[in-house]
């Protein structure tokens, strides 16, 4: 069961939300399933309480998380009144895009819901427990700690998150009780299939086609093997977005790597970075040490730079991680 602190502020974000009538929820920017799982399943939630809630993703929602109920409901720019934010699967508040704006939302209360161990804890409230699988566990044990019923729109979002994060309950923080959180979720009405089959393996030709391309540019070098996607490389797929993280969990999964990492140009201009780690080397510090954040084996940045600046940064950064490791027995 969770902390007695945790539970406190379960306590307190509770108060804030019963006195909030038009709550403004917000995920990260390249929203995955649990940014969009835990979004709309707390807004299901809420919306069961009577709440006029907005949900809302600055990048929208992915193709394959449209099956999602409410997904339609998701807005790309806030408009009208909030008197909450709900800040959702997001570890700073750069994350939540420009949905959050600063000058329309500075007086509103910002309650901080998330599972990334680099936090900013930059709410007015943080409900952060970074022994949750997902963000989507966090939405679930507070809903269970207020008595909240949790209706079938909500369980198949909130199953969507914790498959997607735990990669179909095959990561490191998988529990018995992580199962059980399935359990009730399928019992409240979730599919499994759903996910497991809609979106966890699920991705375009194109895609596949740029997986070929960012593979055959892969190297292996003191067990850090990489790859960068600049914008070139998208052309002969039909210039497919690259947003599958299906590719760095790919290249740490080969036997001589310790970690992994995706570099990928965007159009904007901005590096987005992608670590993952076999389990020695934090990578979730490593990307705090950057600007971004993560899990301990799972961690991004965004870099403002060119692609070889960014390379030379992030693979200096990463030996340097390595480096600092006691030595093997
Ligand atoms: P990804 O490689 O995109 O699947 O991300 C792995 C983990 O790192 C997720 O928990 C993300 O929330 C986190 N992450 C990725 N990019 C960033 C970023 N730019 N800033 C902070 N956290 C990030
Ligand atoms: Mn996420
Ligand atoms: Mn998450």
Known sequence: MEQPDLLTQFDQAAELIAASRWPLLICHVAPDGDAIGSLLGLTWILRAL???VT??????VPKNLRFLPGSQTVVSQAAGQADLVIAIDSSDLERLGTVYDQALLNNVP????????????????????????????????????????????????LLTGL???????????????????????????????????????????????LWGHALAAARLQDGIAWTAIPLTMRVPCNGVEQSDSGLANFLVAADEVEVAVVLVERKEGPIDVGFRSAGR????????????GGHPRAAGCTLNMSLPEAKALVLRATREALAALPSQP
């Open 110 to 157: 910002l309650l901080n819901i998330d599972h990334h161990i680099t936090n900013l804890m930059f709410g007015s409230l943080n409900v952060v427990a970074p022994t949750a699988t997902s963000a989507a566990e966090v939405v679930y044990d507070l809903a269970q700690s207020q008595g909240w019923p949790i209706p079938p729109e909500a369980a198949q979002s």
């Open 55 to 60: 949900p809302a993703s600055q990048d929208g």
């Open 281 to 292: 080397v934090d990578v979730a510090q490593l990307a705090l040490g950057l600007g971004g």
């Open 163 to 209: 498959v997607t994060d735990t990669r179909g309950f095959r990561t490191s923080n998988v529990s018995a009780r992580t199962l059980e959180i399935a359990q009730r979720l399928m019992e409240a009405g979730g599919s499994l299939h759903a996910v497991t089959e809609g979106v966890l393996e699920q991705r375009s030709f194109d895609t596949v086609c």
């Open 50 to 52: 009577g709440k006029n």
